[in-house]
């Protein structure tokens, strides 16, 4: 089984970087590489179980299925239910804690997933250094880090 | 139940704070607090149950037992057996994680303990400042030093 583990750290407290990221159906408001999202079944974003089904900007369409969701642990777990990325059994997980010394908070985005042997370094890249170090690049440039 | 918990960023990977961290009897070289260390029944201070008996630079004196230890995790947690002050029931939990982006290290320490309630707020703060906080200001000054 791959393995992702991204970790950074931002220059805001957690509740407001929580704000920002804990909308599943809110990808497009904070990641650049996300053109559009929406929720099947006009579900709530937060009701666990919802399926949020979105759009890249470069024009690949990924279903994700959302298994936790916690305000007070502040951390969002996640399954892929359809994508072209050739991945299988794929879980993540985007989670805040505070860095009590200095307001910061330190976000950590990890992910498992099983797949062909030749391509799991390529796609344990894409993911982590991509899609993953993408999303805190953007958080970085919104509230510092 | 008082729950303390302190975090910090260091400017290190997270092996190099490790290898300072692990050290169950370390810190006597580090702390600012802590005036000597010693381990009972010269035990190794990696084997878990071992005990540190501590004395501070006020002269009073502690005695901690090691409960995990994991080098895989960058962790380990320990409990208060004797102290001076009015502390019960503390244990505590060491983690360090990795910041991938700079490799930096996180480092999350936290406890609970029971206490009398006129004695809550001191020895939170005292915990918390002099012992967490001042452990992280610290570690920073030990690795500038050892670079």
Known sequence: MARVYVSTVVNAR??????????????PNWHPAIAESRIEGGEPSDKIGCVRDFRLRNGDRIREKLLGLSDYDMFC?????????????????????????????????TAEFDCAPEREAELVGNIGGGVFQGGFDALKRVFGG | MPHIVKSTILDASTDAV?????????????HPVVATSSIER????????????????????????????????????????????????????????????GDRTFWHWESRFTTRPEDRDRITHMVAEDIYQAGFEAIRRHLKEAA
């Open chain 2, 18 to 30: 490790w290898t300072v961290l692990r050290d169950f009897n370390g810190h006597d070289r580090w």
């Open chain 1, 77 to 109: 777990t996640y399954s892929i239910l359809e994508s072209p990325m050739g991945v299988e059994n794929y879980v993540a997980t985007l989670r805040l804690t505070p860095v009590t010394d200095g307001d910061q908070t330190f976000m950590e985005w």
């Open chain 1, 14 to 27: 957690n509740d407001r970087v929580w704000a920002r990221v804990r909308d599943f159906n809110g990808l």
């Open chain 2, 42 to 101: 010269a035990q190794s201070s990696d084997k878990i149950g071992c005990i540190r008996r501590f004395k501070l630079n006020d002269g009073s004196e502690l005695r901690e037992q090691l409960l995990a230890l994991s080098d895989l995790e960058q962790s380990f947690s320990y409990c208060l057996l004797d102290t001076p002050m009015p502390m019960f029931n503390y244990v505590a939990h060491v983690r360090l994680l990795p910041v991938t982006d």
